[in-house]
């Protein structure tokens, strides 16, 4: 059996001031359905991707052309002043600090659309704006599900925010669907009038467990085995029965070799977490698993698993990791979840886990490279 292709993003060196992008064709990643492209560097000169496309949408730094898009947006001529200083501003943006907004660009490669990402010096603010069509207000979800997941991957640890008029329903619920929560006391007023403001959650990575993280990872834990999750137990077991595994992670911090990477919500609450558990063999040094990722089951469907892998895969890169494998319970659809951030199934042991008298599930192990 043949290697699969090395997937690496290289370290692009940049003059001060000067980001590069490098070989758009070659440099294309194929991460299952998300493929990154397109390299830059970012202010800490690490490579980001300037464009990231999946089946149903491509997300692209904008190009002169895309002027046409935001002057049928402000319903001005093509050759209006307005739509070309726009993109100029966007583009200033990328090349300051390696990213900035996203032109949305829809399956048949349309223009749709404009997620904004706007470095600010405590925040970065996020935009969404869609052209009307029917699947606009969809396409428009799933720019800002990508777009947040980007964030928390790839661009500086800094809150991502998003103001929204109070009736503007139809983004509100593109938000929310992103995983954005309502922090009401950053809500303001301008000449524009009322602003509800909100948060993407943040990822926080450990290295110790304190007593009040331990016992809402507890919680967690035991709620998502209860919901059927394959999280290592079966429903209806106990807190003896879980404690002791995740005391296990715990120890496993303590000697440096795991970090417990974890999605908290603007207001503090865990929304999900999972474990990055080093190799230690000398020549396995460029790996790390992935165990028991899990997000909060009230809350499913609200992007947290994608956030939380973004986060884990941020924590791995920043760690010198290359290599992640992971592994799941067969029957379970989670490949395809795992799937869609790049891994793919290199082995499985079939029959590996027993969950009932009967009922043998394969151990299916899946990795991908960072
Ligand atoms: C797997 C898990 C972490 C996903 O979290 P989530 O908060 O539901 O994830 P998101 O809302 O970010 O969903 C991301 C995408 O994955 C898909 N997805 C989520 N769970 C899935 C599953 N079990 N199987 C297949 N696809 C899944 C979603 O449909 C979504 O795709 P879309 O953007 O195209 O709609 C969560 O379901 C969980 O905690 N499960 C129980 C614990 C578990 O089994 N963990 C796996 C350990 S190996």
Redesign the pocket.
């Known amino acids: 059996m043949s290697d699969p292709p090395a997937i690496v993003l290289p370290i692009i060196p940049a003059q001060q001031g000067e980001y590069l992008t490098v070989a758009i064709d070659e440099a294309l990643r194929h991460h299952g359905p998300v493929s990154y492209s397109q390299l830059t560097t970012n202010e800490a000169r690490r490579a980001v991707p300037r464009a990231v496309t999946t089946d149903a949408l491509a997300l692209h730094a904008p190009v002169d052309e895309d002027v046409t898009l935001v002057a049928r947006m402000m319903d001005v001529p093509d050759d209006a002043e307005r739509p070309a200083q726009i993109v100029a501003t966007w583009r200033e943006h990328w090349d300051e600090h390696g990213y900035g907004t996203w032109i949305v660009r829809d399956a048949h490669g349309s223009s749709a659309g404009f997620v904004g990402l706007r470095g600010h010096a405590e925040f970065i603010r996020l935009t969404l704006r869609m052209l009307e069509g029917p699947g606009s207000e969809d396409l428009g979800a799933?720019a800002l599900?990508l777009a947040t997941a980007h964030a928390i991957e790839w661009l500086p640890d800094l809150p991502v925010r998003i103001r929204i008029a109070p009736e503007d329903a139809a983004t509100l619920s593109a938000v929310r669907s992103a995983?954005l929560v309502r922090v009401p006391e950053l809500d303001h007023t301008s000449e524009e009038g009322d602003w509800h403001v909100l948060e993407l959650p943040y990822v926080r990575v450990a290295e110790r467990t304190p007593p009040r993280a331990r016992e809402a990872m507890l919680a967690m834990w035991l709620e998502?085995t209860e919901?059927g999750?394959?999280?290592g137990f079966l429903p209806g077991a106990s807190e003896e029965d879980v404690a002791p595994v995740l005391d296990g992670y715990s120890a496993g911090m303590a000697s440096g070799d795991t970090v417990c990477v974890s999605l908290n919500s603007p207001l503090g609450e865990l929304l999900?977490f999972g474990f990055l558990v080093g190799s230690t063999g000398p020549l396995t040094r460029h790996g790390a698993n992935i165990e028991?990722?899990?997000?909060d089951?009230a809350?499913?469907?609200?992007?947290?698993?994608?956030?939380?892998m973004a986060g884990v895969h941020r924590a791995a890169r920043e760690r010198g990791v290359e290599l992640v494998t992971?592994?799941?319970?067969g029957g379970?659809?989670?490949g395809?979840?795992y799937t869609?951030y790049g891994y793919t199934e290199v082995g499985r042991v079939p029959g590996a886990l027993r969950v009932a008298p009967g009922d043998d599930r394969d151990g299916v192990i899946m990795a991908r490279s960072l």
């Open positions: 799933r599900r995983g998502v919901a999750g394959s999280v999900g028991r990722i899990m997000t089951p809350r499913r469907g609200t992007n947290y698993g994608a956030l939380l992971l592994d799941y319970r379970t659809g989670l395809e979840f869609q």
